[in-house]
């Protein structure tokens, strides 16, 4: 079946980096969503990615798909302390059914 | 809007209880799911429906059933509970949005932190 992996698995930033998380799929995706769990919450949608090659800005978070649409990654410039939580890629075949990635929990030093 | 609700927020069972998890949404969504989330191991599927009256298993359906016998309601049930179960499970709603502006967005509910002794 379908296997999404996220790395890394954790990551702690001092408040003012960038962070990145990468998506990798065993199998090529029709689209590609991202959200974002707060601690202790559920997850949120944030963004859905569907074109080969995409780029999408959400203020300071960047998303790509990529050319091959089997991997897509999730950048934040200079972190803030709200974006603490764990970042999680869900991905499509095409049917309605996404398997999620393991997620990538994101801590903010201050 | 409530969104997604979902009930009872969290529950106690012993091994071999059964019980109950209720979902409800009020977004008129033709899509719901529920999924376990276990430390490490992100969400996994256990069910899914893409309509009233219709279900589907996911990736980890055993030991589970479901019902949709109401577009906005989907229930997931654990005849026989037990620790390998102790989980939170999330329910989530989808709307169907077909060509060319497909969506699969997701709206999740807030959780059932369930644990089985």
């Known amino acids: 079946g379908q296997q999404v992996m996220q790395i890394p698995q954790y990551q702690h930033v001092q408040e003012g980096e960038d962070f990145t998380t990468y998506c990798n799929s065993s199998?090529?995706?029709?689209?590609i969503q991202w959200y974002k769990q707060r601690p202790g919450g559920h997850p949120v949608f944030l963004i859905q990615l569907v074109k080969s090659g995409e780029v999408k800005k959400q203020k300071r978070l960047t998303f790509q798909f990529g050319e091959a649409k089997k991997n897509s990654s999730l950048h934040i410039t200079a972190t803030q302390t709200t974006d603490v939580g764990t970042y999680f890629c869900?991905?499509?075949?095409?049917?309605?059914?996404?398997?999620f990635g393991t997620g990538t929990k994101l801590q903010v030093i201050p | 809007n409530a969104g997604v609700t979902q009930t009872p927020k969290f529950r106690v069972l012993k091994t071999g209880q059964s019980m109950t998890l209720l979902c409800a949404q009020d977004?008129?969504?033709?899509?719901m799911y529920w999924y376990r989330q276990d430390p490490g191991m992100g969400l996994r599927l256990i069910h899914y429906s893409v309509g009233e009256g219709t279900t589907a298993k996911g990736e980890v359906p055993d030991g589970y059933n479901v019902s949709r016998l109401k577009k906005q309601n989907f229930l997931l049930g654990l005849e026989s509970a037990a620790p390998s179960q102790t989980s939170v499970y999330f329910c989530a709603s989808s709307p169907f949005r077909g060509r060319p502006k497909s969506s699969y967005e997701q709206y999740f509910g807030p959780g059932t932190r369930l644990t089985v002794t």
């Open positions: 977004m008129n969504h033709e899509y």
């Open positions: 869900a991905g499509s075949g095409g049917y309605q059914k996404v398997t």
């Open positions: 199998t090529t995706l029709s689209n």
